[in-house]
């Protein structure tokens, strides 16, 4: 069956310079690793469509579908706090844009399709393994609930890649609701072009905020939808580990899938990244980090804001303030879910940090500890034992709440995953996927669909043995 793929291309209307033109390059042989059967209906697509071999040709890059008017989007970055002011899609490229089911429109992006004129050296490749990693973990974070780009398909491209050994290629059709990022601000600001910073608030408003106005009415909105974006990570035990501000979008999605991992035993510092040598991007510190990004965004929006620097300051920094608040009702109350408590109460935060902090010393398990203080919710004894000096506190917390308990512990229980993706499972089926297993993948893949169903293989919800040693992840570039 013929595969039509209805595209728009508003931002390739956009002026050049917020891009170059140019179509993906091609690979010898193409094979289908995987497709998104769910997200390709939301999106309109035939799913055996984009399985043919036609479709598997258009995801591999050897063939422009029809409508398509492919593009490279230029950006910058604050990379680990430097400033680079050229970036850039180095290995990906944007097909166009699709109407998704909720009327929104989706990018439908190729990453790992070749060079472009900001490769800088870079072979515009990626490996399979991280490819689909990526595909697993934004996977899970979309079924967690939680704002992600999405992965359409994984093709591998017959053609092998250098990176400290030699590695088999592949390419991501990443959907994002756009790629535009708080970096793409900061490449136009970096160039004092003005005019091309206006069109870029304008085409953001219109896609992602259309009710809100001008460059504050943006700033304001990013603002609040990365505190919640992040409050969200924090609640589950998600490490980004590279929010350079290249990798904040302004949408509000996770984006990036490189270093990124989901902690096991919990800990504030807890760092995955070889590269992130000083902790920059640890758990503990991405909520000041996204408020450190946000502040670049706020300074490429200023000459936008007010023509008088101090005025436009003053209304950024304002706007700026609210970040604490939107991100600390957005933390308590997901941790007041997370613990069944349905008013907020005084004296909450400190139960909550107090819970954390025993949680730390006693190297618990961040996930199996909230599972396993909802099934405490009716049932006592299932209590961590570790907790035992909190437990009582919590109890007598939960006496105030008009829930019965049967009712808390469904609520509880819809917001503390049993399953998130473990770091030992995912290697595991990656090594085997790399192998030309995809069955692992796959098996993992429908457990981390259902992340709030105990899944009948218990081995998924547990943490890894003991004496792995320290989990490590690398950019995968
Ligand atoms: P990332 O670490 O994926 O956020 O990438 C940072 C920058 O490096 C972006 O401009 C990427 O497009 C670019 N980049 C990453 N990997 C490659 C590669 N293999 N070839 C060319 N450019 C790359
Ligand atoms: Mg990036």
Redesign the pocket.
């Known amino acids: 069956m013929a595969l039509s793929i209805p595209f728009h291309n508003t931002y390739a209307t956009l002026p050049e310079r917020l891009f170059a033109r140019l179509a993906p390059t091609k690979v010898r042989a193409p094979r289908l690793l995987q497709v998104n059967t769910g997200l390709a209906e939301e999106l309109g697509l035939d799913p055996a469509a984009l399985a043919s071999p036609e479709g598997v040709e258009i995801l591999a890059g050897n063939r422009v579908p029809a409508g398509a008017d492919p593009v490279a989007q230029a950006y910058a970055?604050h990379?680990f706090g430097q400033f680079n002011p050229q970036?850039?899609?180095?290995?990906?490229v944007l097909l166009g844009e699709l109407i998704a089911a909720d009327g929104a429109p989706r990018d439908l992006q190729l990453k790992g399709s070749g060079?472009t004129p900001?490769?800088?050296g870079?072979?515009?490749?990626?490996a399979i393994g991280p490819v689909l990693r990526e595909y697993l973990i934004s996977e899970a974070m979309h079924a967690l609930g939680i704002p992600t780009t999405r992965a359409l398909a994984a093709v591998a491209t017959g053609e092998e890649i250098f990176r400290d050994e030699p590695q088999p290629g592949a390419v991501l059709t990443r959907i994002a609701r756009s790629h535009l990022r708080v970096g793409t601000f900061a490449y136009f600001a970096a160039r004092q072009d003005t005019d091309a910073l206006q069109v870029l608030v304008d085409y953001a408003l219109a896609r992602h905020y259309p009710q809100a106005e001008g460059a504050l009415g943006l700033l304001a909105a990013v603002t609040a939808r990365q505190a919640d974006l992040v409050a969200q990570w924090m609640l589950v035990g998600f490490i980004h580990g590279?929010m350079?501000t290249?990798?904040t979008a302004i949408s509000g999605e996770t984006i990036?899938y490189?270093p990124c991992a989901f902690m096991d035993q919990y800990h504030p510092d807890t760092v995955f990244s070889s590269i992130d040598r000083g902790g920059r991007y640890r758990y503990g510190h991405q909520p000041r980090i996204i408020q450190w990004n946000l502040a670049r965004l706020a300074e490429a929006l200023l000459p936008l804001i007010a023509p008088d620097p101090d005025v436009a300051v003053e209304q950024a920094q304002a706007v700026l303030a609210g970040f604490a608040d939107r991100f600390n009702a957005a933390w308590l109350g997901g941790l007041g879910r997370k613990l069944g408590l349905s008013v907020a109460q005084e004296g909450d935060r400190e139960l909550i940090l107090d819970l954390l902090a025993l949680m730390a010393e006693t190297e618990a398990d961040f996930t199996q500890t909230f599972r396993a203080l909802t099934a405490a919710a009716v049932q006592a004894d299932a209590a961590p034992a570790a907790l035992v000096a909190w437990l009582p506190r919590w109890q007598a917390r939960l006496a105030a709440e008009p829930m019965p308990p049967a009712v808390r512990q469904a609520g509880m229980a819809a917001a503390n995953p049993a399953v998130i993706p473990r770091n030992h499972l995912v290697e595991e089926a990656l090594a085997a996927a790399a192998a030309g297993d995809m069955q692992p993948f796959e098996a993992l893949l429908a457990v981390l669909r259902r992340p709030y169903e105990t899944p009948a293989d218990l081995r998924y919800t547990l943490p890894p043995p003991a004496g792995q040693g320290p989990y490590r992840t690398f950019?995968?570039?």
């Open positions: 970055g990379q970036l850039g899609d180095g290995r990906a060079p900001w490769s800088r870079g072979d515009g490749r990626a590279v350079n290249d990798n990036d490189g950019c995968g570039t």
